[in-house]
């Protein structure tokens, strides 16, 4: 399949023909693994992603230098973060770590900005990216200041199960203690009780998230 197929396929009932066929001639297709680092804190970014495949999670950096989960990125989806950093020219306050394997289509700023003005399409998909990122960050929010950690947990699991589409969940307890910004000890024994609750099976290098 080629860029302008895989376009079409991705985005083909949100942008118009002419937009898929600029997009196949500007942007650059970069393949990415699990666990890759594709944008860093304190990077000048030039190119908004469009994920193709795959799955991405956007990490905010707090005040002691730990890391925490604020929503992950699916296919189709971008990151609005990202835009703002793209325009303002501004280093970036987050950082973008593949969850699983996947395909990123970078578009350059400057094609960003000018189709703004030329594509509803592109316009309304980039005030959308940025409604549905701000929502999720309020629920990023609300799930630190509102929510126990179990719940937390319980809420992180399940994303994480939805965005890989698999029941088996490929983390650690540190890996999952970082993420939500909590301490492995606290993790291990909510894992437990959630295990003794039925609704989940602790494997030795993973977790079964049960229906």
Known sequence: MDLKELLTETFGGIFEAELIEELAHEVRLQSFQEGEVLIDFDQYIKSMPLLMAGAIKIMREDFDSGELLLYFLEKGDTCAMTLACCMGDKKSEIRAIAENDGLVAMVPVMKMEEWVGKYRSWRAFVFESYNSRFNELLSAIDNIAFKHMDQRLIDYLEETSKVNNSQT??????????????????????????????????????????S
């Open 169 to 210: 969940i490929q983390k650690t307890h540190q890996e999952i203690a970082n993420e939500l910004n909590s301490s492995r000890v606290v993790i291990s024994r909510l894992l437990k009780a959630l295990e003794n609750e039925g609704k989940i099976i602790l494997n030795r290098n993973n977790i079964e998230l049960l």
